[in-house]
């Protein structure tokens, strides 16, 4: 099948590049003429494991190419997928500008018969507004079909060619089949590809997100209660979860680009409709609360100056396996440290490049995690990085001023961290105290 994906950004880089490793010719198109001279010279803007190979070997195979020229893609192309930014307007909405433009471009462009696939997270009725905004430039059949993605920074790849569900909600079944045709060989296991109608599709992918972003700020919630009963999360997570449900853990706060910006749209979308959403607004309370929960833990143990007191942080991205820092938890956490007059160090092991822009020279950065202990007077942990799971201790303690360790992902035992000689103030447990620290 012929393919056209507009926008070269996180999901239409994966999703032209999946399709393109299944045997499509699949042309991705964008309008930042830099962007697209670098990707035809195999530079890829993103960090994605596996994304860089996929690109590679598909681009020299010819099923691979890359346009400014939106309208010669739309020509070559008889599926057009819109994958542009759709970021959170003034409003608390998104902002769909991007969206109705490309869609216009699309109807002038059109010399028969288009499916018109919106790839990008937007509100529900979407894709009424963007038919309503087509179809008076265009004499050609088209249909407009709501394909939500479900990818996770950093298994994206793994997600998109063996996903556990795709949704394709569309009322024209002429282009359902075609879908359904496009995406067969990615659930050949027997995960389904479900059908519904344009409204419901695009209200599943906001109901999926705001349902996770909930089960997160709930934890963490549960988190704190525990503290203060004496209960142990860990315990109690195992209890009503035993490791079946994703995000049963508790931690300092929820990031990047879905989950604040979905949030926000639901709440949007509710008031839209005359109606408050006071969960989904006290989900966005307690994930804000969180995310300054260890520097309030540090305020607990060092005062409100920290003048003189110097801190380690692991983890900048806002989760592991990429580099995105986008409304990550450690900014909280790192501003919050330098403007009670503390010094930070910062470690991560793929978001330094994008942490520079965010603090410049007001913190010193670290590409061996070992070196950003120098005279700390505690380790704050923050992202999850396989690689902080199984550190050496003893080191750990030789390095540092004192041994304390903050713990915003709960990677360690509290029993392990009692051996080891450290002051262990994990999220949720019982805190390790030690008359050394």
């Not at 012929?2 to 991705?28: P, Q, R």
């Not at 494991?49 to 070559?76: M, Q, W, Y």
């Not at 590809?193 to 992918?205: G, Q």
């Not at 979860?241 to 989950?259: A, E």
Request: hydrophobic share 40%; proline share 5%.
């Amino acid at each position: 099948m012929k393919l056209c994906v507009v926008g070269t950004g996180y999901v239409g880089l994966v999703a032209g590049t999946c399709f393109a490793e299944s045997g499509n010719d699949v042309i991705c198109v964008d309008n930042v003429a830099a962007k697209i001279d670098a990707l035809k010279q195999g530079k890829v803007p993103i960090y994605e494991p596996g994304l860089e190979e996929l690109i590679r070997r598909n681009t020299t195979e010819g099923r691979l190419t890359f346009s400014t020229d939106l309208a010669d893609a739309v020509r070559k192309s008889q599926v057009c997928f819109i994958a542009v930014g759709t970021p959170t307007g003034h409003s608390g909405g998104a902002d769909l500008s991007a969206v109705m433009a490309v869609g216009r471009e699309i109807a002038r462009a059109m010399d028969g018969y288009r499916v018109v696939v919106t790839k990008s997270t937007v509100p529900v009725g979407t894709w009424a507004q963007l038919h309503s905004v087509m179809a008076p430039l265009t004499t050609q059949e088209f249909d407009i079909v709501s394909n939500p993605e479900f990818l996770k920074e950093g298994a994206a790849i793994d997600d998109f060619m063996k996903p556990d569900r795709v949704v394709i909600g569309s009322i024209s079944p002429k282009a359902v089949e075609i879908m359904r045709e496009l995406y067969e060989p990615f659930v050949r296991t027997g995960n389904p590809i479900i059908t519904m109608d344009n409204t419901s599709a695009e209200m599943t992918k906001y109901a999926a997100n705001a349902l996770l972003a909930t089960r997160i700020s709930f934890m963490n919630e549960i988190a704190n209660l525990c503290e203060r009963a004496g209960a142990d999360v860990d315990q109690v997570r195992r209890g009503i979860g035993y490791d079946r449900h994703h995000f049963l853990f508790p931690g300092v706060g929820y990031g990047g680009s879905c989950f604040p910006k979905d949030v926000r749209a639901v709440i949007t979308t509710a008031r839209e409709h005359g109606m408050e959403f006071p969960l989904m607004a006290a989900v966005e309370d307690v994930n804000e609360a969180q995310k300054h929960r260890l520097v309030l833990k540090v305020v607990d143990e060092f005062g409100p100056n920290l003048t003189g007191k110097h801190f380690a942080v692991w983890g900048l991205a806002f989760k592991p396996r990429t580099d995105d820092m986008r409304e990550a938890p450690s900014i909280t956490v790192v501003e919050g440290l330098l403007k009670r007059g503390g010094s930070v160090a910062v470690h991560d092991p793929e978001a330094l490049h994008e942490a520079r822009k965010l603090f410049g020279e007001r913190v010193s950065y670290h590409r061996v995690n070992y070196d950003a202990l120098q005279g700390a007077d505690a380790l704050l942990i923050v992202t999850e990085w396989n690689e902080f799971r199984r550190p050496d201790f003893p080191r750990m303690r030789q390095l540092m001023r004192r041994p304390m360790i903050l713990d915003g992902r709960n990677l360690y035992e509290p029993d392990v961290m009692r051996e080891h000689g450290f002051t262990y103030l994990p999220i949720g447990r019982t805190p390790v105290r030690l008359a050394t620290a």
